[in-house]
């Protein structure tokens, strides 16, 4: 069965750096395009970026671009989040999620981030 | 970039059906296919339909999608609502480069 397990959260001060990590299990990791999407406490979901299944074609949403980078191992299965100058805005829980065409099918159970002083 | 507009809360009683509206502020909701995400609290979104109108395996027919080119909408359609059908609700898009939240439906079922 599908699995997707994140991990890397924390407590991290504004200015900071993380980097979360996502591991895949139950397909072929290597076929399909990957994302991360969040949602801040008690707020709806935000798309922050996607990478194709090879890597080569990379997407993010405005207000990450810059300061987010994300990539994939295929030969460890995993997707990887590097954020950095975080800001109290970032705070939020950070899902891997399996991107089939047009819309995502499978998702982790997610990953808490807190930017704070 | 567009947005995807969904109207805050909706309620309803078991057994009754509820249609949750998702609008396109810009550019044609038919050009590109929107997806619903069902969400429960504490648990990771679920997709309850696909590709306008597609449910996959497992989601009960009870679920149903639309879109409406004269209103530039798209709607999920709960019909013989059950309390476990109490969730947030989300519309997604997208175009060439970009994916797109609606803002989610709080459905209380009363």
């Known amino acids: 069965q599908v699995q997707l397990v994140e991990s890397g959260g924390g407590l991290v001060k504004p200015g900071g750096s993380l980097r979360l990590s996502c591991a895949a299990s139950g397909f072929t990791f290597s076929d399909y395009y990957m994302s991360w999407i969040r949602q801040a406490p008690g707020k709806g979901l935000e798309w922050v970026s996607y990478i194709s299944s090879s890597g080569s074609t990379i997407y993010y949403a405005d207000s990450v671009k810059g300061r987010f980078t994300i990539s994939r191992d295929n030969a460890k299965n995993s997707l990887y989040l590097q954020m950095n100058s975080l800001r109290a805005e970032d705070t939020a829980v950070y899902y891997c999620?399996?991107?089939?065409?047009?819309?995502?099918?499978?998702w982790g159970q997610g990953t808490l981030v807190t930017v704070s002083s | 970039n567009f947005m995807l507009t969904q109207p805050h809360s909706v309620s309803e009683s078991p057994g009754k059906t509820v249609t949750i509206s998702c609008t396109r502020s810009?550019?044609?909701?038919?050009?590109?296919?929107v997806q619903w995400y069902q969400q429960r609290p504490g648990s990771a979104p679920t997709t309850v339909i696909y590709e306008d109108n597609q449910r996959p395996s497992g989601v009960p027919d009870r679920f149903s999608g639309s879109i409406d080119s004269s209103s530039n909408s798209a709607s999920l359609t709960i019909s013989g609502l059950k309390t476990e059908d109490e969730a947030d609700y989300y519309c997604?898009?997208?175009?060439?480069?970009?994916?797109?939240f609606g803002g989610g439906t709080k459905l209380t079922v009363l």
């Open positions: 810009s550019g044609s909701i038919a050009s590109n296919y």
């Open positions: 999620a399996r991107k089939n065409l047009y819309y995502f099918d499978y």
């Open positions: 997604q898009s997208y175009d060439s480069s970009n994916v797109v």
